[in-house]
């Protein structure tokens, strides 16, 4: 099963500066990236851990994603 056109959360780094983005998906395509510094991410790291590939659903059930990287993807 992918995650093609399905609502979608990805949680992305720790980048080098100790930040996370957590990334939201709509099956519609609106988006929606907010950037979480590394004083405040305790919480983030927390869900990271437990969801390492990010969580989309399907049929009103969360699933997880396979692995994707924000920061290993080509420029």
């Not at 949680?11 to 609106?30: L, M, Q, S, W």
């Not at 988006?31 to 659903?57: K, T, W």
Request: hydrophobic share 35%; proline share 7%; net charge positive.
């Amino acid at each position: 099963m992918t995650a093609t056109g399905k609502n979608r959360i990805m949680i992305h780094g720790p980048k080098n500066d100790g930040t996370y983005i957590v990334e939201f998906r709509t099956a519609a395509g609106e988006a929606l990236a907010i950037s979480i510094p590394s004083s405040e991410a305790s919480v983030i790291r927390h869900f990271q851990e437990r969801m390492p590939y990010g969580l989309f659903e399907t049929s009103g059930t969360l699933c997880e994603l396979p692995k994707r990287s924000l920061f290993d993807a080509p420029k």
